[in-house]
């Protein structure tokens, strides 16, 4: 395989220059290895600069006196292997430049090849380029031609059983087919992946959220018993039976909602610029909200199974929202997600029968909207979006093809009614907290948010206009709350 060296912008950096000139003083060898061949063998691109440098020993002590060179952080991985990373920003783009420089972990390169995960990851070349060529011990050239994801060795998985997780994320992203050996040692060695980190999971499959086709990988995952060690909640989905609005068992329902969330994405995304700016804002790190709200779609029913009862004969699965929402909880925090993405995955799952609702009533009003948006907030487009998916994969005997046509245009229309309010001048209460203190004499408390919520919906209706008017309508209010609340704020005395 021949890869011109003059191909890549990273090897006139300053940063991978100041590794060259540390390789050319020698007298140790350092190769450059690994995903970073691979990627440039297949043409993809990518917005960091990720690359990984191998050396017999010594390679905290050459990473650290590269980082001082070009004024880089450099920070121990591990210690006990000789594992650091070099992060830094090459300019004048400010690209994020990340090189990690570890020791070779087997006597030679061909061993330490060997205890990486997949041959495609083991092409290696030795600096100084134009006195080496590319090495490729394991057949990954062969390998990337024929778009094959093969383990480098039968211990692979047991060495790392994140590497089970990897085989999928790889294929999502690649686009590449898994070996049957190694899917077949992958489906053996599955529960190894109970004993890996939340959070290693979590950005793998992340990965595979991020691609268009994520529900096929997600059965396949699930038919490997994989999945369920990632996310164990999922057992329960399976072979629970749904009503006649359903087609599909509450598993199939669920990969089929996210198949059709994808659908949505693919047609409304290139229509859209400010849906696809709200679909790829960041979450956290660099996991952004459609993918969460893929995984969302995933979710969305997991309560159904403990809400199920049959009653006259109808299958039915009341409070299934708000039993999803604590099960979406444990999964969040098994996952670690950030809070952002916990709050977010918890609205989708909580409200996500809402714009239903909406859609069913003959007039929307605009306390009804209001109110809706109150909820939501920031995940408002995400809740109709996921409701929309829900609907689409919703095909049983008794599904009405005029209902489901007004849920979309419901929801549809909220979605640029969202975007429009962003461009709108700010809400401005008539009246806060201090109002009902000087001028209604009342007492702080929880009641005080009740008060100032019943007057901002009145506000918003055009039921009140003015200060004076916000004032009676909270006065008003607070009576109310006093005849239905033994623990009604009291009026202060005089």
Known sequence: ???????????????????????????????LVGGFW????????????????CLPRGALAFG???????????????????????????????????????????????????????????????????EHALVDLLG????????????????????????????????????????????????????????????RLRDEFFKILSVADA???????DRAGVLKEVIPQVRLMHHVKQGGYHHLDVWGHSLETVRKMEGLFAKLRPADPE?????????????????????????????????????????????????GRVISREVARRLKLATREQTALDTLIFWHLRP?????????????????????????????????ADQRATRGPLASVSSRRRHEKVALSLTRRYFDMQKEEPFVRLINGNDLIKKLRLTPGPIFSRILSAVEEAQVEGRVKTKQQALAWAKKTALKEAGVSSQAPEAKKK
């Open 64 to 130: 650290s006196r590269v980082a001082r060179s070009v004024r880089a952080a450099f920070v121990v991985l591990d210690k006990e292997r000789g594992c650091g990373r070099m992060v830094c920003k090459d300019r004048p783009a400010g690209r994020p430049v990340t090189f990690d420089f570890i020791d070779f972990r087997g006597k030679d390169l061909r061993e330490d090849l060997r205890k990486r995960d997949f041959t495609i990851n083991t092409l290696a070349r030795r600096l100084p380029f134009s």
């Open 275 to 323: 849906l696809a700016a709200y679909l790829d804002e960041a979450m956290a790190a660099d996991r952004r909200r459609y993918q969460l709200m893929k995984m969302a779609a995933l979710l969305h029913d997991i309560g159904k199974p403990e809400a199920y009862e049959v009653k006259a004969g109808k299958t039915m699965f009341h409070g299934h929202e708000r039993i």
């Open 38 to 53: 691979r990627d440039m063998a297949l043409g993809r691109a990518k917005e960091s600069w990720d690359l990984d440098f």
């Open 1 to 31: 395989m021949k890869i011109r060296s003059s191909d890549h912008p990273v090897f006139r950096s300053r940063p991978f220059c100041a590794v060259l000139e540390a390789a050319r003083r020698g007298p140790q060898e350092i190769y």
């Open 356 to 388: 239903g609702y909406l859609a069913d009533n003959k007039v929307l009003t605009r306390r009804a909207v209001y109110r809706y948006f109150r909820d939501t907030q920031a995940e408002a487009v995400s809740v109709l979006l996921l409701a929309v």
């Open 140 to 199: 990954a050239g062969q390998d990337l031609a024929r778009k094959v994801i093969r383990m480098t060795g039968p211990r692979a998985f047991e060495e790392d059983p994140l590497r089970i997780l990897r085989a999928y994320s790889l294929s999502a992203l690649l686009g590449f087919m898994i070996e049957a050996p190694t899917l077949r040692l992958a489906k053996r060695q599955a529960g190894m992946l109970k004993a890996v980190a939340g959070e």
């Open 215 to 221: 529900a096929d990988l997600l059965d396949a995952m």
